[in-house]
């Protein structure tokens, strides 16, 4: 299985919105509404910001918000803050009954 | 809260098989409805998901490292378990463990995950 595409880096500024994308194909997101996003800082584990595609833990802040179109799905986060400040991967169910990851963005708040 | 706690061999030698452990407390392994994974992350790189086991029993393994893993449970001890095979310095990363969906929980979103342990491949 191949890793699913995402920009390696994206930037705002404070109060701004920035959109992550993620590309695959139609055995994995394009195919079941079960991408994931994960926000990872620097030393520490991930931590789970969307699952089902747009669907936010208990705890997460409603600025993250997800979605999808056909076989790319997406991660908004809006009113940028400077604690945004992270690597960001997605992940995706597959056709084989497992899971691929994205290779990671990085997002910079300037 | 359920909380996962890695622990196994920090160093081992190419060629011989790594082991590592995920403890679970504060809740029961056996709950039905969730996967068990381990995830990796070679230093500087991304996540690379390497398999997981089912409340069932059923395993799931990355197809580029399925031939070299094993995915356990040990429900009297609440914990399961990874072994990884033939290593070699490109298996050197730091593995964590996570708790996830199955569909109809979280869809297949990884929602608890263990600090990680690193592990160097060296002789």
């Known amino acids: 299985q191949s890793a699913l595409t995402q920009p390696a880096s994206v930037s705002g500024s404070p109060g701004q919105s920035i959109t992550i994308s993620c590309t695959g194909t139609?055995?994995?997101?394009?195919?079941?509404?079960?991408v994931s996003w994960y926000q990872q800082h620097p030393g520490k584990a991930p931590k789970l910001m969307i699952y089902?595609?747009?669907n936010r833990p208990s705890g997460v802040s409603n600025r993250f918000s997800g979605s999808k179109s056909g076989n790319t799905a997406s991660l908004t986060i809006s009113g940028l803050q400077a604690e945004d400040e992270a690597d960001y991967y997605c992940s995706s169910y597959t056709s084989s009954s497992t899971q691929v990851f994205g290779g990671g963005t990085k997002l910079t708040v300037l | 809260q359920l909380q996962l706690q890695e622990s196994g061999s920090g160093l081992v030698k190419p060629s011989q098989t790594l082991s590592l452990t995920c403890a679970v407390s504060?809740?029961?392994?056996?709950?039905?409805?969730?996967?068990w994974s381990w995830i990796r992350q070679p230093p500087g790189k991304g996540l690379e998901w390497i398999g997981y086991i089912y409340h069932s029993g059923s395993t799931y393994y990355n197809p580029s490292l399925k031939s070299r893993v094993t995915i356990s449970v040990d429900r009297s001890k609440n914990q399961f378990s990874l072994k990884l095979s033939s290593v070699t310095a490109a298996d050197t990363a730091v593995y964590y463990c996570?708790?996830?969906?199955?569909?109809?929980?979280?869809?297949?979103?990884?929602?608890?995950w263990g600090q990680g342990t690193t592990v160097t491949v060296s002789s």
């Open positions: 139609s055995s994995d997101v394009g195919g079941y509404n079960y």
């Open positions: 996570a708790r996830g969906g199955t569909g109809t929980t979280l869809g297949y979103g990884m929602d608890v």
């Open positions: 089902e595609v747009s």
């Open positions: 504060g809740g029961s392994i056996s709950s039905g409805g969730y996967s």
